[in-house]
């Protein structure tokens, strides 16, 4: 699947992302760019978990910040209630996001197309609004941990170097996973319904549940990525599941290339290193950030991902509506 | 709590219905005939109540204010379509969604520059800023009656122009066939261009009858807009009827729920369950409706023929 550009490409940003904490130092504000980096690898990890089932499965969810807040709360709930254990926050944000995606896929996926779309949204919206209304768990304005998850025994969380090279392990962990999963029968029959899912059904795949496994398992892993956000910031708000956020990293899946793994770890970057390189030269960067969007939407449709070796990334096909 | 209460609220729920119907109709005329996901649809809204806000004191009369305002919307969409979205219908939703998303960002931040952070406050024009008695203790603002009143004036007209005008027959052609409308000598982009643009302007009414009613900032479209999807969804997209149907539910399932969920709750379980719960669960109900609707109707109440 990786040509030898694509490799060298994909070892080295891994090597060098690496090395951040070490770079930090020389460069100083060790402390903002450890953050940085591990903020961007968080965000990575969710665009991951979006292009397995966008780029690969051709299921355009518009609603996957909903799983970012499932898993960012689940830990958050759990914090406010007392229990900082994380062997007890991190499988419960990996059940609940589970449960979730399982409740919110069977019913969107009875969809196509732009219904589809739709619903995600509207289901993410709605999870949204019930953050907001969760008075008790801060409501709009969020709710701020007492601490990272503890992991008695194991590994102390609650170092900014320690935290960042755990993330870095499940970013790759999460692209592992998500090469060999997509290499896998179970990938090809996903990549499959992209392509054509009524001749998938005639072959006789029951796509209706392949693709609803598809979309647990991005759940999932984008709940991860939610519990770790809540562990870098010690911060939980309904903001990460409003419907901006699902666009910010539906953003970052096209940017970095979609239908590529490790694009959208660098549509992440590229996104987030342009809101930062942005914000800090006006407070209007959004006005300069949406025509941005704009015009990469129509004229780099391959994303930076595709840039590297100049060969023209598989269109993923089927995503108009056919689903 | 009692039977005039349970009446304001349904009006104010069909009042809400129908400025949803004017997001929803628009919407979905765009969608059905040019097959365009269009989130910046919310952003004309709030073009409309910015414009709104910005003529007001400059005209010195809402009502010349808000025809400008209407106009200026659709003269916007259609800016908006020629530079960017004409590009856009052969591609596809994902490229719409994103590129509008774009656009979003793009307007909200603009109106923060232009007007500033804060919220704009209109006032109802004096004529229309009385209460009137409909039955023995029900009284109503005048001019949320007059929003429904508009709001009926705009459904009676689309279907007019749909079913009994030349353009309707072109538009519904197009929604079909839209390659054999162009052979047969239809100039179909200036056909959609014009749809969009009579979208974006039943957008920008919606947002200039809204301005008196809220506060006019940046982002006021975003809410509307999924709330505008929630609609089209239930009613099946590209269907007028269905989204007027949908719009009244919605409007009415939202207020009403928001009201009497919490009392609902509050006779069955105790008070201070009732008053965590309640919120949240009268926020979720149009989500629920939703999902029960597309249970049952995956293509909406009023699927429309394609």
Redesign the interface.
């Known amino acids: 699947m990786l040509t030898n550009r694509r490799f060298v490409a994909v070892a080295s940003f891994l090597v060098l992302l690496a090395l951040v904490p070490l770079l930090a130092r020389f460069v100083g504000g060790e402390a903002f760019w450890i953050k940085f980096a591990t903020r961007v690898m968080i965000y990575a990890i969710a665009a991951v978990s979006l292009d397995l089932i966008?780029g690969f499965g051709g299921m355009?969810s518009?609603g996957h910040a909903a799983f970012l807040g499932v898993g960012a709360y689940a830990v958050g709930i759990l914090s406010a209630e007392g229990i900082a254990n994380g062997f007890v926050q991190w499988p419960v944000a990996i059940l609940a996001s589970a449960l979730i995606a399982a409740a919110i896929g069977a019913?969107s996926l009875?969809?196509r197309?732009?219904?589809f779309?739709?619903?995600t949204?509207?289901?993410s919206?709605?999870l949204y609004?019930?953050g907001?209304?969760?008075?008790?768990y801060g409501g709009d304005d969020g709710m701020r941990l007492a601490n990272r998850s503890r992991f008695p025994g194991l590994i102390d969380l609650s170092g900014d170097v320690t935290f960042f090279y755990v993330v870095l392990a499940i970013l790759i962990g999460a692209l592992v996973a998500g090469h060999r999963l997509v290499n896998s029968r179970f990938g090809m029959v996903i990549q499959g319904c992209r392509s054509n899912e009524r001749r998938m059904r005639a072959i006789g795949f029951p796509t209706f549940r392949y693709k609803l496994a598809a979309f647990v398992i991005s759940g999932v892993m984008c709940g991860i990525a939610g519990a770790l956000l809540a562990n870098l910031t010690a911060f939980v708000s309904p903001s990460e599941m409003h419907?901006?956020r699902s666009?910010e990293i539906?953003?970052m899946v096209?940017m970095g290339g979609m239908g590529s793994l490790f694009g959208p770890v660098l549509g992440a970057a590229g996104l987030l290193v342009l809101e930062e390189i942005l914000s800090s030269h006006t407070q209007?960067?959004?006005?300069i950030?949406?025509?941005?969007?704009?015009l990469?939407?129509?004229f780099a449709?391959r994303g930076l991902f595709g840039l590297i070796d100049g060969k023209s990334a598989e269109k993923p096909a089927g995503?108009?509506?056919h689903g | 709590m009692t039977l005039s209460l349970f009446l304001t609220q349904a009006l104010n729920g069909v009042q809400f219905g129908v400025m949803l119907f004017l997001m929803a109709a628009g919407l979905t005329l765009v969608?059905g005939i040019m097959n365009l996901?269009n989130l910046a649809h919310g952003s004309l809204y709030m073009m409309g109540a910015y414009f709104l806000a910005a003529l007001v004191p400059v005209t010195g009369n809402f009502f010349v204010a808000a025809v400008l305002a209407v106009a200026a919307s659709l003269a916007l969409g259609i800016v908006v379509e020629l530079i960017?979205l004409r590009?856009l219908y052969r591609?596809?939703?994902?490229?719409q969604?994103?590129?509008t998303?774009?656009?979003?960002?793009?307007?909200?931040?603009?109106v923060?520059?232009i007007w500033g952070a804060t919220a704009l406050f209109v006032q109802p024009p004096p004529i229309l800023s009385g209460f009137v008695q409909l039955l023995p203790g029900v009284i109503y603002p005048v001019y949320r009656l007059t929003i429904m009143g508009v709001g009926l004036a705009v459904a009676i007209f689309l279907y007019w122009l749909n079913g009994h005008t030349r353009l309707g027959m072109l538009i519904r052609a197009g929604a079909s066939n839209r390659a054999m409308v162009g052979a047969l000598g239809v100039n179909i982009t200036l056909l959609y261009t014009l749809v969009f643009g009579l979208g974006a302007a039943l957008a920008g009414l919606a947002g200039v009858m809204a301005g008196p009613i809220l506060s006019v900032q940046s982002g006021m479209g975003?809410s509307i807009l999924?709330l505008t999807?929630?609609v089209?969804?239930i009613g099946g997209?590209g269907s007028i009827r269905g989204a007027l149907v949908a719009s009244i539910l919605v409007g009415v399932v939202d207020t009403v729920g928001r009201v009497f969920l919490p009392l609902v709750l509050g006779a069955v379980f105790s008070p201070a369950t009732s008053s965590?719960v309640g919120?949240?669960i009268a926020?979720?109900s149009i989500?629920?409706l939703?999902?029960a609707i597309?249970?049952f109707r995956?293509?909406?109440l009023f699927p429309a023929h394609r």
């Not at chain 1, 209007?284 to 006005?287: E, F, G, L, R, S």
């Not at chain 1, 950030?289 to 704009?294: D, F």
């Not at chain 2, 591609?91 to 490229?95: A, Q």
């Not at chain 2, 998303?101 to 603009?110: H, K, M, R, V």
């Open positions: 966008l355009v518009f019913i009875m969809t197309g732009v219904y779309i739709m619903i949204l509207a289901f919206q709605m609004f019930l907001v209304s969760l008075t008790a419907w901006t666009g539906m953003v096209i209007h960067w959004q006005a950030l949406g025509p941005i969007l704009v990469l939407v129509l449709k995503l108009t509506g | 969608f996901v960017a590009t591609r596809d939703h994902l490229d969604v994103l590129c998303f774009g656009l979003i960002l793009f307007f909200n931040e603009i923060r520059m975003d999924i999807f929630v089209i969804v997209i965590k919120p949240a926020s979720m989500y629920i939703m999902a597309l249970f995956p293509q909406g």
